[in-house]
């Protein structure tokens, strides 16, 4: 695997005091902006708060109690949205994945750059769409924490720490991966 992909994991221990600059965070919405979208629609938005400025602090107070603990202490807040049409399930569905897949590249360039990115859906999405006047035919899905990673874990809140340190697994690949019929396990043959 890429190790890219292997150092990417969603941190909570971000340093409060360091910043990120407009030129990392366009960076990082420019691999958003070049990810695949269904039928080229391009549906994806984001509305970008840096710490310190009103769009974060309007970001965090969209937070569930989970987040806001943790997530103001991101260099940046960045609101995912997507598009939204009820009666267009293709429009509506693809709209996800494409959202997803702009958040997994804007995630790898993020770590690219020894940024962390946490992906979070622990936010009140009426009142961001309240905030930010999102409209009607737009869905705000997902708010992606962007950080540096605190220099020293005894400084920060215990529970923080302690999340950080729990272990990241993953079901085995002979579980998720089949071959012939579901199931049965897709068997690497080299
Ligand atoms: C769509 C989505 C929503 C998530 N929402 C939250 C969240 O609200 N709060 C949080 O702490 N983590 C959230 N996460 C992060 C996951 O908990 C995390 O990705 C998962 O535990 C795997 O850990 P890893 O990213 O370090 O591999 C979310 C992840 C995804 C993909």
Redesign the pocket.
């Known amino acids: 695997m890429h190790e890219l992909i292997e150092e990417?994991?969603?941190?909570?221990g971000y340093d409060p005091e360091a910043t990120l600059s407009t030129d990392e965070i366009t960076d990082i919405l420019e691999a958003g902006r070049w990810a695949p979208t269904w039928g080229r629609i391009q549906p994806v938005r984001f509305v970008v708060g840096l710490r310190g400025d009103a769009t974060f602090g309007q970001l965090t107070a969209t937070?569930?109690r989970?987040?806001k603990g943790?997530?103001p202490s991101a260099g940046a807040l960045i609101l995912v949205c997507t598009s939204d049409a009820a009666d267009d399930t293709k429009l509506h569905d693809y709209g996800a994945v494409d959202l997803?897949l702009a958040?997994a590249q804007m995630s790898i360039q993020a770590v690219s750059m020894g940024i962390n990115a946490?992906?979070?859906?622990?936010?009140d999405a009426s009142i961001a769409r309240a905030a930010f006047d999102i409209p009607a035919d737009k869905r705000p899905?997902?708010?992606l924490g962007l950080g540096r990673l605190a220099d020293d874990p005894a400084l920060l809140d215990p529970d923080v720490a302690d999340?950080d340190r729990q272990p990241?697994e993953?079901l085995p690949l002979r579980e998720i991966a089949f071959s012939r019929r579901w199931g049965e396990p897709f068997t690497v043959t080299k």
């Open positions: 990417r994991w969603s941190a909570r937070l569930t989970g987040n943790w997530a997803g958040v946490h992906p979070m859906a622990g936010f899905m997902v708010i999340r990241r993953r």
